[in-house]
């Protein structure tokens, strides 16, 4: 209660100033006033998170990798550490709120320019980046500990918390994200109306992928080693368009693509023109795809036994559901064409039923096709 002579606070329920003993009046006052109810549950809670803060860091001190560690950094606080999952958190928590919204800004604008870069000469050195700043958080806040050790004790503590920061924070970020979507690079594209090399687009994932795959769905998708006639398919990564489904009969006579003896629209045609690809006919089987492919790289034996990398187009693939990585989203470089990519896909989906019915069908060959 505060003196109205000399205003000095005294405690509640005295009679009287105990600075300058003037009678102290408490006519009129409310004890319990109605915002006091909030200030129990807000230090409640303010309780249970320091008691909670405090048991994560006990448990975390007691483990016995990190028992060592106490007496080499006997300054360190593990809540600040902690909350540097995000870089800036430790410091913020410390009370060092400029220094927290510099390394938090550093390290969004390094991880904006990693996704910007992605596929080009640079792009390695911004993912780095986004590492770097993160360490460096980490390493500020033990730097009264660091200052004491020496120039080796000081590297390999730097590539600790490296390796932990790659390991506990980016792996586990990238394989969540990777479940959601990627960026691909499109390397070595055919002219066409969809892509173009260099394209920088983004692909879907296994949570963001359509449930069944159309005809016309452009996607991107693995390959494995293969050998067919004379030469060696290369595992990587490749990029076209779905042409059929299984069950369906697929030919190609003289560059003209049929599926089960009808010519698809022209924006479900392959990527790349079919001139000069040889005839092909073949059935899908159950569980795959299949893929006109615009190119690959392959090595091919020559004569000599030397091995020419160069450039194929084999007629066509069976993609399983598994090699198919995800479906073609957004165009992400050049910005000049920043856009959704429209495949123009059909309703027609995996599982339709068989053309099996087609009159001289089953009398073609069926070994021309490629599996993978």
Same mark, same amino acid.
């Given at each position: 209660?505060?003196? +109205?002579?000399?205003?000095? %606070?005294?405690?509640? %329920?005295?009679?009287?100033?105990?600075?300058?003993?003037?009678? /102290?009046?408490?006519?009129?006052?409310?004890?319990?006033?109605?915002?006091?109810?909030?200030?129990?549950?807000?230090?409640?809670?303010?309780?249970?998170?320091? @008691?909670?803060?405090?048991?994560?860091?006990?448990?975390?001190?007691?483990?016995?990798?990190?028992? !060592?560690? =106490?007496?080499?950094? *006997?300054?360190?606080?593990? !809540? $600040?550490?902690?909350?540097?999952?995000? *870089?800036?958190?430790?410091?913020?928590?410390?009370?060092?709120?400029?220094?927290?919204?510099?390394?938090?800004?550093?390290?969004?604008?390094?991880?904006?320019?990693?996704?910007?870069?992605?596929?080009?000469?640079?792009?390695?050195?911004?993912?780095?980046?986004?590492?770097?700043?993160?360490?460096?958080?980490?390493?500020?806040? /033990?730097?009264?500990?660091?200052?004491?050790?020496?120039?080796?004790?000081?590297?390999?503590?730097?590539?600790?918390?490296?390796?932990? #920061?790659?390991?506990?924070? +980016?792996?586990?970020?990238?394989?969540?994200?990777?479940?959601?979507?990627?960026?691909?690079?499109?390397?070595?594209?055919?002219?066409?109306?969809?892509?173009?090399?260099? =394209?920088?687009?983004?692909?879907?994932?296994?949570?963001?992928?359509?449930?069944?795959?159309?005809?016309? @769905?452009?996607?991107?998708?693995?390959?494995? &080693?293969?050998?067919?006639?004379?030469?060696?398919?290369?595992?990587?990564?490749?990029?076209?368009?779905?042409?059929? /489904?299984?069950?369906?009969?697929?030919? &190609?006579?003289?560059?003209?693509?049929?599926?089960?003896?009808?010519?698809?629209?022209?924006? %479900?045609?392959?990527?790349? $023109?079919?001139?000069?690809?040889?005839?092909?006919?073949? +059935?899908? *089987?159950?569980?795959?795809?299949? &893929?006109?492919?615009?190119?690959?790289?392959?090595?091919?034996?020559?004569?000599?036994?030397? #091995?020419?990398?160069?450039?194929?187009?084999?007629?066509?693939?069976?993609?399983?559901? =598994?090699?198919?990585?995800?479906?073609?989203?957004?165009?992400?470089? *050049? /910005?000049?064409?920043?856009?959704?990519? =429209?495949?123009?896909?059909?309703?027609?989906?995996?599982?339709?039923?068989?053309?099996?019915?087609? $009159?001289?069908?089953?009398?073609?060959?069926?070994?021309?096709?490629?599996?993978?």
């Amino acid at each position: 209660m505060q003196c +109205y002579r000399c205003e000095f %606070h005294n405690a509640p %329920h005295l009679a009287s100033c105990l600075r300058c003993e003037a009678r /102290l009046d408490a006519t009129g006052l409310e004890v319990n006033p109605p915002r006091a109810r909030g200030g129990g549950l807000q230090r409640a809670t303010r309780r249970a998170a320091r @008691h909670t803060a405090r048991s994560i860091s006990g448990s975390v001190r007691s483990i016995s990798v990190l028992r !060592g560690l =106490d007496g080499a950094l *006997p300054n360190a606080d593990v !809540g $600040p550490i902690l909350l540097s999952v995000i *870089p800036g958190l430790g410091q913020w928590r410390m009370g060092r709120p400029r220094l927290a919204a510099m390394l938090c800004g550093a390290w969004l604008v390094a991880i904006l320019l990693a996704i910007a870069t992605t596929g080009t000469t640079i792009g390695w050195f911004c993912r780095m980046t986004v590492v770097a700043v993160h360490c460096l958080a980490i390493n500020l806040l /033990l730097m009264r500990d660091l200052q004491g050790m020496s120039t080796v004790r000081r590297a390999l503590f730097g590539f600790g918390i490296y390796v932990c #920061v790659v390991m506990f924070v +980016y792996l586990p970020v990238l394989a969540a994200v990777g479940r959601v979507g990627s960026v691909v690079r499109v390397e070595q594209m055919a002219a066409n109306e969809s892509l173009e090399t260099g =394209d920088v687009v983004l692909c879907g994932g296994a949570w963001t992928n359509p449930n069944q795959w159309r005809v016309g @769905h452009i996607v991107s998708y693995r390959t494995r &080693i293969a050998g067919m006639a004379g030469y060696r398919l290369d595992a990587g990564e490749n990029i076209d368009r779905i042409v059929g /489904l299984a069950g369906d009969l697929i030919e &190609i006579r003289s560059g003209r693509l049929f599926v089960n003896q009808v010519e698809p629209s022209p924006e %479900h045609l392959p990527l790349a $023109p079919l001139t000069g690809v040889p005839d092909a006919t073949a +059935y899908c *089987p159950t569980g795959s795809v299949v &893929i006109v492919p615009s190119a690959m790289v392959v090595q091919r034996v020559t004569a000599n036994g030397t #091995v020419d990398v160069r450039w194929a187009t084999p007629q066509l693939l069976f993609v399983p559901f =598994d090699s198919v990585r995800g479906r073609l989203i957004v165009r992400l470089r *050049p /910005l000049s064409r920043f856009g959704r990519i =429209d495949d123009g896909s059909m309703t027609r989906m995996v599982g339709g039923p068989a053309r099996r019915d087609l $009159p001289g069908a089953h009398a073609r060959s069926l070994d021309q096709g490629s599996g993978l």
